[in-house]
T-cell receptor
Framework: DADVTQTPRNRITKTGKRIMLECSQTKGHDRMYWYRQDPGLGLRLIYYSFDVKDINKGEISDGYSVSRQAQAKFSLSLESAIPNQTALYFC?????????????FGQGTRLTVV | SQELEQSPQSLIVQEGKNLTINCTSSKTLYGLYWYKQKYGEGLIFLMMLQKGGEEKSHEKITAKLDEKKQQSSLHITASQPSHAGIYLCGADQGEAGNNRKLIWGLGTSLAVNP
């Protein structure tokens, strides 16, 4: 089983719909991240959480919200999806206790907004 | 401008040829990570470099960190079709306190022709 699991893996939704992407991890890491990846733009950080009570905006948080339900779960919501939110979304975790910022990624969720 | 520049953006090589991908930071590096991504899939950790002059190898892939130049290079010897994918570098630029996060290059797309 994957250490970082994202659901769904693929999703097509209509403009204006609310959608939630879920991420769960079995690594026991406090830190979790949501990124989106677009061709030519690389990985961009949407939100990150350093523990259950800590939520921070990343570089492109507009149009998104997150919920850290537990140490192991971090979900990303698009309140009213728009076509330019079509992208590949990644969840990641890291453990500051290692003294590094090595990130462990989920397999990604491909979201298409039509 | 991008804080972490990768070059080249894309590369097509003949099977068996050697190749090098570079990652250059505009700021001091405290750690440099290389990941590989198969098209449309998740990111797989390759190597982490933390000390100037450090060099690590995994199978036919070697990465080096030049602290003075704030640069890392990834070298693939005798490339194979299985090496194809997107190579991403991530850098820990050592933000103060607990705010350390990775920043990312835009990736290098590698194709290996049989």
């Amino acid at each position: 089983d994957a250490d970082v699991t994202q659901t769904p893996r693929n999703r097509i939704t209509k403009t204006g719909k609310r959608i939630m992407l879920e991420c769960s991890q079995t690594k026991g890491h406090d830190r979790m991240y949501w990124y989106r990846q677009d061709p030519g733009l690389g990985l961009r950080l949407i939100y990150y959480s350093f523990d259950v009570k800590d939520i921070n905006k990343g570089e492109i948080s507009d149009g998104y919200s997150v919920s850290r339900q537990a140490q192991a779960k971090f979900s990303l919501s698009l309140e009213s999806a728009i076509p330019n939110q079509t992208a590949l979304y990644f969840c990641a975790t890291s453990d500051p206790g290692t003294g590094t910022t090595e990130a462990f990624f989920g397999q990604g969720t491909r979201l298409t907004v039509v | 401008s991008q804080e972490l520049e990768q070059s080249p953006q894309s590369l097509i090589v003949q099977e068996g040829k050697n190749l090098t991908i570079n990652c250059t930071s505009s700021k001091t590096l405290y750690g440099l990570y290389w990941y590989k991504q198969k098209y449309g899939e998740g990111l797989i950790f390759l190597m982490m470099l933390q000390k100037g002059g450090e060099e690590k190898s995994h199978e036919k892939i070697t990465a080096k960190l030049d602290e003075k130049k704030q640069q890392s290079s990834l070298h693939i010897t005798a490339s194979q079709p299985s090496h194809a994918g997107i190579y991403l570098c991530g850098a820990d630029q050592g933000e103060a306190g607990n705010n350390r996060k990775l920043i990312w290059g835009l990736g290098t797309s590698l194709a290996v022709n049989p």
